[in-house]
Protein backbone atom coordinates (compact mmCIF):
# COMPACT_ATOMS: atom_id res chain seq x y z
CA UNK A 1 0.00 0.00 0.00
CA UNK A 2 1.56 3.10 -0.83
CA UNK A 3 -0.80 5.58 0.77
CA UNK A 4 -2.58 6.85 -2.22
CA UNK A 5 -5.78 5.24 -1.62
CA UNK A 6 -6.09 6.96 1.98
CA UNK A 7 -8.52 9.11 2.67
CA UNK A 8 -8.02 12.26 4.64
CA UNK A 9 -10.47 14.26 6.32
CA UNK A 10 -9.56 18.01 7.33
CA UNK A 11 -12.21 19.46 10.36
CA UNK A 12 -11.83 23.11 10.48
CA UNK A 13 -14.01 24.91 13.29
CA UNK A 14 -15.96 28.19 11.97
CA UNK A 15 -17.97 29.62 14.62
CA UNK A 16 -21.01 31.01 13.76
CA UNK A 17 -23.22 33.43 15.68
CA UNK A 18 -25.88 31.60 17.64
CA UNK A 19 -26.96 29.87 20.82
CA UNK A 20 -26.60 26.01 20.67
CA UNK A 21 -28.14 25.45 23.63
CA UNK A 22 -30.39 27.41 26.83
CA UNK A 23 -31.73 24.40 28.90
CA UNK A 24 -33.29 24.98 32.61
CA UNK A 25 -32.64 22.14 35.57
CA UNK A 26 -35.88 23.19 37.80
CA UNK A 27 -34.69 21.64 41.05
CA UNK A 28 -31.62 20.18 40.94
CA UNK A 29 -31.17 17.03 43.19
CA UNK A 30 -28.06 18.10 45.68
CA UNK A 31 -26.06 15.22 44.06
CA UNK A 32 -25.81 16.91 40.85
CA UNK A 33 -25.22 20.30 42.43
CA UNK A 34 -22.10 19.06 44.44
CA UNK A 35 -21.21 16.72 40.79
CA UNK A 36 -21.12 20.49 39.43
CA UNK A 37 -19.44 21.84 42.38
CA UNK A 38 -22.49 24.56 43.19
CA UNK A 39 -24.45 25.08 46.25
CA UNK A 40 -27.55 23.90 46.26
CA UNK A 41 -30.04 25.88 43.76
CA UNK A 42 -33.47 26.01 42.49
CA UNK A 43 -32.41 26.08 39.53
CA UNK A 44 -29.72 25.93 37.17
CA UNK A 45 -29.01 27.30 33.80
CA UNK A 46 -26.98 26.80 30.94
CA UNK A 47 -25.88 27.87 27.84
CA UNK A 48 -23.70 27.54 25.08
CA UNK A 49 -22.67 30.33 22.83
CA UNK A 50 -20.38 30.15 19.64
CA UNK A 51 -18.32 32.04 19.40
CA UNK A 52 -17.17 31.64 22.80
CA UNK A 53 -16.69 34.97 23.61
CA UNK A 54 -20.51 35.23 23.33
CA UNK A 55 -20.67 33.43 26.44
CA UNK A 56 -19.04 37.03 28.59
CA UNK A 57 -21.85 39.00 26.67
CA UNK A 58 -24.72 36.08 27.71
CA UNK A 59 -23.44 36.45 31.41
CA UNK A 60 -23.84 39.81 31.36
CA UNK A 61 -26.90 40.07 30.28
CA UNK A 62 -28.56 37.36 32.01
CA UNK A 63 -27.00 38.88 35.14
CA UNK A 64 -28.20 41.89 34.81
CA UNK A 65 -31.96 40.73 34.17
CA UNK A 66 -32.54 38.54 36.70
CA UNK A 67 -31.38 37.95 40.20
CA UNK A 68 -28.78 34.84 39.05
CA UNK A 69 -25.76 33.92 40.57
CA UNK A 70 -22.94 33.03 37.73
CA UNK A 71 -21.19 29.70 38.54
CA UNK A 72 -19.38 29.42 35.41
CA UNK A 73 -18.64 31.44 31.91
CA UNK A 74 -16.03 29.76 29.64
CA UNK A 75 -14.87 32.28 26.64
CA UNK A 76 -12.87 29.11 24.80
CA UNK A 77 -16.01 26.66 25.43
CA UNK A 78 -18.63 29.69 25.15
CA UNK A 79 -20.38 27.75 28.44
CA UNK A 80 -22.57 29.64 30.54
CA UNK A 81 -24.00 28.37 34.12
CA UNK A 82 -26.46 30.46 36.13
CA UNK A 83 -28.02 29.11 39.41
CA UNK A 84 -30.97 31.10 41.24
CA UNK A 85 -34.71 30.21 41.40
CA UNK A 86 -36.55 28.94 38.91
CA UNK A 87 -38.38 31.98 37.64
CA UNK A 88 -35.21 33.88 37.59
CA UNK A 89 -33.01 31.53 35.75
CA UNK A 90 -35.78 31.03 33.07
CA UNK A 91 -35.96 35.47 33.23
CA UNK A 92 -32.51 35.37 32.37
CA UNK A 93 -31.94 32.79 29.77
CA UNK A 94 -35.13 34.44 27.79
CA UNK A 95 -33.15 37.78 27.87
CA UNK A 96 -29.72 36.79 27.19
CA UNK A 97 -30.99 34.43 24.43
CA UNK A 98 -33.64 37.51 23.15
CA UNK A 99 -30.81 39.87 23.36
CA UNK A 100 -28.23 38.23 21.44
CA UNK A 101 -30.78 37.91 18.84
CA UNK A 102 -31.47 41.74 19.06
CA UNK A 103 -28.62 43.34 19.14
CA UNK A 104 -25.83 41.17 17.91
CA UNK A 105 -27.78 39.35 15.08
CA UNK A 106 -27.26 35.89 16.94
CA UNK A 107 -29.15 32.74 15.95
CA UNK A 108 -31.19 32.06 18.84
CA UNK A 109 -32.32 28.52 20.27
CA UNK A 110 -35.45 27.59 22.15
CA UNK A 111 -35.25 27.77 26.01
CA UNK A 112 -35.85 24.04 27.29
CA UNK A 113 -36.68 22.47 30.74
CA UNK A 114 -36.25 19.36 32.87
Known amino acids: ???SDRLR????????KQVTLAHIIRNPKGELCNKVGIDRAGAIGIMTITPGEGAIIAADMASKSSSVNIEFVDRFT???????????VENALRTAVNSLKEVLGFFPTDVTFT
Do not use: H, K, N, R
Open 9 to 16: VIQEYVPG
Open 78 to 88: GCVMLTGEVAS
Open 1 to 3: MDG
